[in-house]
């Protein structure tokens, strides 16, 4: 199935304040990214031919640290970050380089400098701890601020520092969204320093969610950034998400990856001493795939340490384990697939997440005897990289794939 090429639109933001700052930029983008967890990116260049006067708003608009750019196929969001860098090195090629990062990167910057306490004295679900990480990373605040909770030397944040922390038409989850049904207990110390970003990993690996920052349109279409959170993955299931890949066919070329040198099938997850000169660390058989040593794979061992919060219970560094464990086995496979604009899934047709299959013919997967593709498998989505129109580059998306479920 084919259709028509996507239009696309370069729209800035203020990041505090929501306001908007150019709905039209005249951007040349390399690529943009989305993955799951976060880590997306941005790079492109801002044309300079044009006379100072037309060229001054656009610079203005793409302002290091306080600029958000949305990127829309065919009037709909699909990406956005934080404008963190102009790597420019010449005047010579008539252009501005620039680079954002998705929203997630902003909470890097935001230390924990007050003692936040969850599931202490009472049970607190997964998501509201991520949710109220991110409400302390906008606000330097929380209900979870239990005394002693402050640096003796600090005390609050100023009510400048609190203001400028905000972030504008984020959207957090509510309801059912809002309720994992697995609880957790974690304690952020002010002298640690630590970032919110890395209380976020620490909930990602040691509490098996996953997270993504999606752009958005609110009821009366305003841009937006949705926080999603999933404990038993984000995504559609198949035939849920609707779509199929297949090479050839709608995918253009393919990538089968498989990096047996990265991969471990026995990890062995360490934690800090929780006021004990014991330190934590897992039990057999939690962060071993026991399947891929009786398919009579060589032992390859690696540590894991627990990062951000501290452990309190043996089960914590156990799912920590298992989940570390289930990321660096099988040599982790994962396909590659280039979908060209126009083809049939679309830009705008992807959640991150999604399994859908994929089936694909080629020297390395060779026709069955019967005539089937080689390779036919359900795959994860774990993100994608869309290389929009330019200068020599032809539009395509490249679909990064789950290593977990594309098993050869």
């Known amino acids: 199935m084919s259709s028509q090429l996507t239009a696309f639109r370069y729209v800035a933001t203020d990041l505090i304040s929501g306001q908007l700052l150019a709905d039209t930029i005249p951007l040349n983008v390399e690529s943009f990214t989305m993955q799951l967890n976060g880590g997306g990116s941005l790079s492109g260049q801002l044309n300079l031919d044009s006379d100072y006067s037309i060229n001054a708003p656009f610079l203005e608009a793409l302002e290091c640290r306080r600029a958000v750019l949305w990127v829309l196929a065919d009037g709909w969001p699909v990406w956005s970050g934080v404008v963190w860098d102009w790597p420019d090195m010449s005047r010579a090629n008539g252009t501005l380089p620039v680079t954002a990062q998705t929203l997630d990167s902003v909470f890097n910057y935001r230390l924990i400098s007050t003692t936040l306490e969850y599931g202490a004295v009472t049970p607190v679900d997964i998501f509201t701890v991520f949710i109220d990480l991110v409400n302390y990373g906008c606000t330097k605040t929380s209900p979870y601020m239990l005394p002693p909770s402050l640096s003796p030397v600090q005390g609050p944040a100023s009510p400048l520092v609190a203001q400028q922390a905000a972030i504008a038409n984020l959207v957090l989850p509510t309801g059912a969204a809002a309720v994992s049904g697995i609880t957790w207990q974690a304690s952020y110390l002010y002298s640690d320093l630590g970032s919110v970003g890395s209380a976020f990993s620490d909930l990602v690996t040691g509490g098996n969610i996953e997270y993504a ?13 949705n926080l999603l959170l999933a404990a038993n993955g984000l995504g559609r299931d198949y035939p849920e998400s609707g779509y199929s890949v297949v090479y050839p066919g709608n995918a253009s070329d393919y990538g089968f990856q498989r990096q047996g040198s990265q991969s471990t099938n026995y990890v062995w997850a360490v934690a800090p001493p929780n006021g004990s ?15 891929d040593l009786e398919a009579g794979y060589p032992l390859m061992e690696s540590t894991v340490t627990w990062q951000g919060s501290t452990v309190t219970a043996q089960s914590q560094v156990d799912t920590y384990a298992d989940g570390q464990m289930a990321l660096l086995t099988q040599a982790l496979t994962m396909p590659v697939i280039n979908i060209p604009d126009g083809q049939y899934p679309r830009l705008t047709d992807l959640v991150l997440g999604d399994v859908f299959p994929f089936a694909a013919t080629s020297p390395i997967h060779p026709p069955a005897t019967s005539g089937e593709p080689g390779y036919q498998n359900l795959v994860r989505l774990t993100g994608w990289t869309c290389f929009p129109p330019g200068p020599q580059q032809s539009p395509y998306v490249q679909l990064n794939t789950s290593a977990i479920l594309a098993v050869p």
Do not use: I, K, N
């Not at 920052?213 to 950034?225: E, I, M, N, R």
């Not at 000169?277 to 399947?291: F, K, N, T």
């Open 277 to 291: 000169a014991v330190q934590w660390e897992s039990q057999y058989p939690h962060g071993v795939d026991l399947a």
């Open 213 to 225: 920052f999606v752009p958005g349109l609110t009821a009366d279409g305003q841009l937006c950034t």
